[in-house]
């Protein structure tokens, strides 16, 4: 990214005080930063595939800027926002395609392969977000933290820096969260 996140930081709180000039010289810089996240999900995604990294980058690019009455307060937050709307709109395509069965004839899969989404895992895509939804029941944070890292492409320090905790809970919660993802992906088999 071209800029600094200092800049991204005072232009997203221009932009929430009302100022669309800000809006208007930030929406480039974040949109490349949304297209180089959404690449990162979708580089292992074989060619030809009907959900294309710009379909991505579009549709959370579309719902983040109709956001209402948002205070943006910070580029860490802006992107905790845009993780949840990528998560949001890569269950809902995966749910769309058909290919959600409740872990009926789903395989074992690495957390990481089930964020691709193409026609054989996106019932792991849908795995993924009930077992996050189960784990955000008694685990908030936890579950925060695997969406921020996963579907937002957050660094540790970012991710602390979103949940107000520091880096070094952030890298135990992290552990922790992903083998409890890990078995409760497993066990749904």
Not at 72 to 98: E, P, S
Not at 148 to 165: K, P, Q, Y
Request: aromatic share 8%; charged share 30%.
């Amino acid at each position: 990214m071209s800029s600094s996140p200092h800049e991204v930081t005072r232009l997203l709180v221009a932009w929430s005080n009302g100022d669309q000039t800000a809006r208007d010289e930030l929406m480039p810089l974040v949109y490349d930063e949304l297209r180089r996240l959404a690449h990162q999900y979708m580089k292992r995604e074989r060619p030809g595939h009907t959900l294309q990294t710009s379909g991505l980058v579009n549709e959370a690019f579309l719902r983040l800027v109709d956001q209402r009455n948002v205070q943006w307060k910070n580029r860490a937050h802006f992107f905790a926002i845009a993780a949840q709307t990528m998560r949001r709109i890569l269950v809902d395509y995966a749910r769309n395609r058909h290919y959600a069965k409740r872990g009926g004839s789903a395989r074992q899969v690495s957390l990481d392969e089930a964020l691709i989404v193409s026609e054989k895992r996106s019932a792991e895509v849908v795995a993924l977000d009930e077992a996050l939804k189960q784990l955000s029941e008694f685990d908030v944070r936890k579950s925060q933290i695997v969406e921020l890292r996963f579907f937002g492409g957050l660094s540790i320090d970012e991710t602390a820096e979103v949940l107000n905790v520091s880096p070094g809970t952030i890298m135990r919660d992290w552990t922790l969260a992903k083998a409890w993802l890990r078995r409760e992906m497993t066990e749904k088999k």
